[in-house]
C-alpha cells in the first residue's frame, strides 16, 4: 500500500564530507525524514583477502591504504601486532616519531573533515582555511615518509628513517602557526550563531546506544563517553604523556564538532612535548621474522582519527597469513546514521552526515 505524502529519495554520492561512494535511501513526509537506509559496498578493494598473499615486509604498505586519512595507523597497528607476537622491542626514538606522524595525522585529518563539515553547513570561507592548513600538516609527512597519503614508512621493528633537527624546527614553527589560527576557526563557527543554529541539537547520538554499537573514537566522545585508545591501552609510549582527551554532553554534531577542534590542540600539545624532547637513539632493529616457524594469533589497536582501529593476524607455519581481519571505525558509525538522521529535517541531512566523519576506504575495504 502507497503511503500519501510519503517520497522515498535516493542520495547517492557526493554527499558533504565522504571520500567514496555511498548511498542513503531516505523516506521522507513533508520535510522530516521518517527512515533511512544506508547503502555502502560500492568500492570494495577486497584488502584483507590480498592480505593473504603477502610476506611481512609488504604488509604495511598494504595496511596504510585501510585509512585513506591516515595512513601511518595502519601501519602502526599491524607493525605492533606482529612485534608483540614475536617480543620484539621497538627503539624509544622510532615510538617517539611513530607518534609524531600519528598526531600530525590526525591533525591533517581533522582539518580535512572540517573543510568538508564547514561547506555542508554552509561556511565556505572556512572550507578554505581548513584545507590551506591541511595542505601544510601533510607537507610534514610528506617530508618525513617521502609520501602524503600511503606512507610506507613504519615497519615491524622500527621506521624506515629518521627525523632531522631542521625538520624538527620547522615542525614547531608550524604547530606555533597552527596554534595561532584556533581562535580564528572559533571566531568564524564556535562563536557564530548563526553557525550554531545548523548543529545544535541536530543529529543527536544516545551514549548508552553508542556503546551497544561499539562506537569509538570523536563520535563515541562527543556522547561524554571518555574513552581513548591511547589512555586505556597506551602503545608507542603514549603511556608517558600528558593529555587530555575531549568529550562532549549531547552527542550533537556540535559536540562532534567541539570534540574534534580540542583533539587538533591536544595533538598540538603532544607534538611540541615530543619533539622539545625528542630521544637518542636508533630507528630500526633488525628483527628475526619467522613467522612461517610459528603459530601467531595477535589483536593491536591504535586510535586513529576516527575512532579505534584494530588488526587481527593469524600466521599458521607459512610466510603469508592465514587470516588478516580489520576492525574499522567507520562501519560503526555508518550503523548510527539512521538513528542520527529520523525526525530530523531533510536539509540537514547532508550535516549529519558529514559530521560522522566517515572515512569509506574504511567501510569498503
Known sequence: MVERNVVVLNLASPLPGLDRYFRLKIKVKGEVVEDC???VG??????????ES????????????IDSSSGISG????????????SLKVPERANAIRVVLMEISRIASHLGWLS????????????????????RALRFIEILTGSRISPNFCVPGGIKGDIKSNVIFEFLDFLTYLDGRMPE???????????RGKVDNIGRI?????????????NLRACGERMDIRKIAPYCGYENLNFKVPVGRRGDCFDRYQVRMKEIRESSDILKGILSNMPDGDVYIKPLIDVHSRKIEEYARVECPHGELGIFIKYDL????????????????????????????VSDVGVIVSSFDICLSEVDR
Open 206 to 218: 544516545q551514549r548508552e546506544h553508542a556503546l551497544t554499537l561499539g562506537l569509538t573514537g570523536p
Open 318 to 345: 607459512k610466510e603469508v597469513p592465514t587470516r588478516f581481519k580489520v576492525r574499522t571505525p567507520s562501519l560503526v558509525s555508518v550503523s548510527l546514521l539512521r538513528d542520527a538522521i529520523i525526525n530530523q529535517r
Open 185 to 195: 576557526f572559533d571566531l568564524l563557527l564556535t562563536d557564530n550563531k548563526f553557525f
Open 42 to 51: 560500492f568500492s570494495h578493494k577486497g584488502l584483507e583477502k590480498t592480505a
Open 54 to 65: 603477502m610476506i611481512p615486509i609488504q604488509m604495511p604498505f598494504l595496511a596504510s591504504k
Open 37 to 39: 537506509k544506508p547503502e
Open 75 to 86: 601501519e602502526v597497528a599491524y607493525s605492533i601486532a606482529l612485534e608483540s607476537a614475536l
Open 116 to 135: 568538508n563539515f564547514s561547506l555542508a553547513v554552509g561556511f565556505v570561507t572556512c572550507y578554505h582555511y581548513a584545507q590551506r592548513d591541511k595542505e
